[in-house]
């Protein structure tokens, strides 16, 4: 729990703000502000970088952000992204106004993973940041002896306010089927700070990348049976679940190499990019 006060000084009385006004004030300033107001006291930092902070201010100042990537690989082998927050733009305006954040500098090979954005925290291949204070933090090491790195899903679990990675490992012993994974779980601010090995009664492929709804992970999959499916982790409980399979007649699109098996979030339910009609049932 946090804790902290702010004191007040008029004509020598001291005056004690309380926590939750701190927490108000706080979420209504602009983020450039708070990065600067993270170097006052150990409690505000604690505050701003909280989780309930976060969330609060996701409420209060919706954003959108726009990443900047800046190549290095000649000479550092790093690439650089700067975040932006901009306002919403009306219709009947030609331009919007924006205002940096913060920046980050990671090894180059982690732009090869996908990027998740989910309730305010950046996932960018190993590293787990926050766009509007750039602080940042890498994920432990797996140790997957005589196995390969299939995907990394990242999603938010707002029953118990707790961002989670699923990682998923394949077999890669001479002997082992493809559809042999194991599925791995690490959840943020837990200790100790490792990945917890967990069970899918399940056994399925994937196929695609992540997207988080409401603190459930979809991802396209094919079961060992040759069903091709949306598979659904609920990331409270840690279940798999089929949530829908796929129509038959675009089973073949998503099995090409060149086919598109990204997910968008069309007003709270999955959809695939690229089509016109259903493509789950």
Partial sequence: MIQGSLRLCNKGTNVV?????????????????LVRFMLVSKSWQEI?????????????????FLLVLNENCDQT????????????????????STTFLSKITFPLRQAAYPIYYVNGLINIGDIICNPCTGKTISLPKLAASGESIRRRFFGYDPVNNQYKVLWITQ???????????????????????????????????????????DGFVYYIASTDTGLMCLMKFDLSSEKFYIFARVYEEMEA?????YSSRTLINYHGKVRKTGLQSEVFQ
């Avoid at 082998?77 to 919007?96: A, E, K, R, Y």
């Fill in 17 to 33: 703000v309380p926590l939750d006004l701190q927490i108000e004030i706080l979420s209504r300033l602009p983020s450039k502000s």
């Fill in 48 to 64: 701003i970088s909280s989780k309930s902070f976060i969330r609060l201010r996701s409420l209060i100042h919706p954003l959108r």
């Fill in 77 to 96: 082998g790093h690439l650089s992204v700067s975040f932006f927050s901009s306002s919403s733009m009306s219709l009947s305006s030609t331009s919007i």
């Fill in 171 to 213: 077999n890669l012993e001479r002997h082992a089927t493809p559809q042999f994974n194991r599925y791995h779980v690490f959840t943020l601010g837990a200790k100790p700070k490792k990945w917890r090995l967990i069970d899918c009664g399940i056994p399925h492929t994937d196929w695609s990348n992540c997207l988080c709804i």
């Fill in 253 to 257: 699109l998503l099995l090409r190499a």
